[in-house]
């Protein structure tokens, strides 16, 4: 009998991508440990709800502040109208303009309520998915949330159109956040266009969150501008900039700051590399990976895709130091580059046991004594004993 020790302790046909990616069918189990696995499973769902509902806050907040800016400026209207020397015409005409305005209001106001109401009803189908979910059907429920794992990691690449018709094919739109993500891709493309003023919008559009939260993406934006005033050499027009944009920042940012306002003197074409490395390309990706950084925290997304999350908790119990060796089975996914790239920064798996597994057949001889009546059989000189008959052999 040609036996091998399996690097990972476990037989080879547990070490394919479906062990690495937890959510492959369950195989039948005891109910009390589909129970279990069910109420893990509804613990990794943060972010599944969390999202949506950050969406129809933001929706409400920035519809709330449309209503509190019109009534004020009608209200500020009727008043000069009440309180002014006016002629009937003009009163007229004052108040005709007013009218045009509050029906400008129930436009918006309209719009406003069915985006609030499409956002409610996108966290409702979120919470009848997770109410669905039961032993019997959990099958089928981790394969939809595999396709959600893989829309949300789409959507992160910027594989948008895939994205879409993966969700579209398989009637998951209001489980997965296509339209949040549409809306961090016109700031992405702005700023791989190096335009700012998106990105300069939305954060206007969070100011208070972001303060909050102690961002400093605004001020590389302004930073960002303002280097390009310096590129084009229009220096008393980044002076301006400075004083207008910039000096509200010098409390918190002095050394920045100082350091950009430097290359002024320095200028683009600068060999000196601590103001050479502001006017590089790589700023504007930096200030891309920032936007992505900021936009996760402001939904309460985990900052790594969901997919790498889920592959490196199978990696980790696969991942011993054999699985670097050039002897490693072809059918470990730590075979691979991508996959050793995505484990690199796991610890390795503290296997207690391993187990024999035959040379050619790679099943363990467990199994194989399980099948056969408590017999094994040596696929190459077909001698056959009992497995209770087998002594263990340490080998270090």
Same mark, same amino acid.
């Given at each position: 009998?040609? @036996?091998?020790?399996?690097?990972?302790?476990?037989?080879? $046909?547990?070490?394919?991508?479906? =062990?690495? !990616?937890?959510?492959?069918?369950? $195989?039948?189990?005891?109910?009390?440990?589909?129970?279990?696995?069910? =109420?893990?499973?509804?613990?990794?769902?943060? *972010?599944? !709800?969390?999202?949506?509902?950050?969406?129809?806050?933001?929706?409400?907040?920035?519809?709330?502040?449309?209503?509190?800016?019109?009534?004020?400026?009608?209200?500020?209207?009727?008043?000069?109208?009440?309180?002014?020397?006016?002629?009937?015409?003009?009163?007229?005409?004052?108040?005709?303009?007013?009218?045009?305005?509050?029906?400008?209001?129930?436009?918006?106001?309209?719009?406003?309520?069915?985006?609030?109401?499409?956002?409610?009803?996108? #966290?409702?189908?979120?919470?009848?998915?997770?109410?669905?979910?039961?032993?019997?059907?959990?099958?089928?429920?981790?394969?939809?949330?595999?396709?959600?794992?893989?829309?949300?990691?789409?959507?992160?690449?910027?594989?948008?159109?895939?994205?879409?018709?993966?969700?579209?094919?398989?009637?998951?739109?209001?489980?997965?956040?296509?339209?949040?993500?549409?809306?961090?891709?016109? @700031?992405?493309?702005?700023?791989?266009?190096?335009?700012?003023?998106?990105?300069?919008?939305?954060? =206007?559009?969070?100011?208070?969150?972001?303060?909050?939260?102690?961002?400093?993406?605004?001020?590389?934006?302004?930073?960002? /501008?303002?280097?390009?005033?310096?590129?084009? /050499?229009?220096?008393?027009?980044?002076?301006?900039?400075?004083?207008?944009?910039?000096?509200?920042?010098?409390?918190?940012?002095?050394?920045?700051? *100082?350091?950009?306002?430097?290359?002024?003197?320095?200028?683009?074409? $600068?060999? #000196?590399?601590?103001?050479?490395?502001?006017?590089?390309?790589? *700023?504007?990706?930096?200030?891309?990976?920032?936007?992505?950084? /900021?936009? #996760?925290?402001?939904?309460?997304?985990?900052?790594?895709?969901?997919?790498?999350?889920?592959? *490196?908790?199978? +990696?980790?119990?696969?991942?011993?130091?054999? #699985?670097?060796?050039?002897?490693?089975?072809?059918?470990?996914?730590?075979?691979?580059?991508?996959?050793?790239?995505?484990?690199?920064?796991?610890?390795?798996?503290?296997?207690?046991?391993?187990?024999?597994?035959?040379?050619?057949?790679? /099943?363990? !001889?467990?199994?194989?004594?399980?099948?056969?009546?408590?017999?094994?059989?040596?696929?190459?000189?077909? +001698?056959?004993?009992?497995?209770?008959?087998?002594?263990?052999?340490?080998?270090?």
């Amino acid at each position: 009998m040609d @036996v091998e020790m399996h690097p990972n302790g476990n037989s080879p $046909t547990a070490t394919n991508l479906a =062990a690495a !990616l937890p959510t492959a069918t369950p $195989t039948a189990t005891a109910p009390s440990s589909k129970l279990s696995q069910l =109420a893990e499973s509804l613990k990794l769902e943060h *972010q599944f !709800l969390r999202v949506p509902f950050e969406h129809y806050k933001k929706t409400i907040r920035a519809n709330h502040r449309i209503v509190e800016k019109e009534v004020s400026a009608v209200i500020s209207g009727v008043s000069d109208a009440a309180d002014g020397d006016m002629s009937q015409d003009e009163a007229v005409q004052h108040l005709s303009s007013i009218v045009s305005r509050l029906q400008g209001l129930k436009r918006k106001l309209e719009e406003g309520t069915r985006t609030e109401h499409l956002q409610a009803q996108k #966290c409702r189908a979120r919470l009848d998915h997770l109410e669905s979910v039961e032993v019997e059907n959990l099958s089928e429920w981790n394969n939809m949330r595999l396709k959600r794992i893989l829309v949300d990691y789409m959507l992160r690449m910027s594989y948008y159109d895939t994205a879409m018709k993966l969700a579209e094919s398989s009637n998951i739109q209001d489980l997965v956040d296509v339209d949040v993500f549409h809306e961090a891709k016109k @700031v992405i493309d702005a700023l791989q266009n190096k335009e700012v003023a998106p990105a300069l919008a939305w954060c =206007a559009d969070n100011k208070s969150r972001l303060k909050k939260s102690k961002s400093k993406f605004e001020f590389q934006l302004r930073l960002q /501008e303002f280097i390009e005033f310096v590129r084009a /050499e229009n220096n008393m027009r980044a002076i301006t900039y400075a004083r207008k944009y910039l000096a509200p920042w010098g409390a918190t940012h002095l050394k920045e700051l *100082q350091r950009v306002m430097a290359t002024l003197a320095f200028r683009s074409n $600068t060999e #000196c590399a601590t103001y050479k490395v502001l006017f590089e390309p790589k *700023q504007w990706d930096f200030l891309v990976d920032q936007f992505k950084q /900021e936009f #996760c925290k402001l939904y309460g997304m985990t900052l790594e895709p969901l997919l790498n999350i889920y592959l *490196q908790a199978g +990696l980790s119990a696969l991942k011993t130091p054999l #699985c670097y060796e050039d002897d490693c089975t072809k059918e470990d996914p730590l075979s691979q580059e991508s996959f050793r790239k995505l484990a690199q920064p796991l610890p390795f798996s503290k296997q207690h046991h391993s187990k024999l597994v035959c040379y050619i057949t790679k /099943e363990a !001889l467990e199994e194989m004594a399980s099948k056969n009546n408590g017999k094994i059989i040596c696929p190459r000189t077909s +001698l056959v004993c009992n497995y209770s008959d087998v002594v263990k052999a340490y080998i270090s």
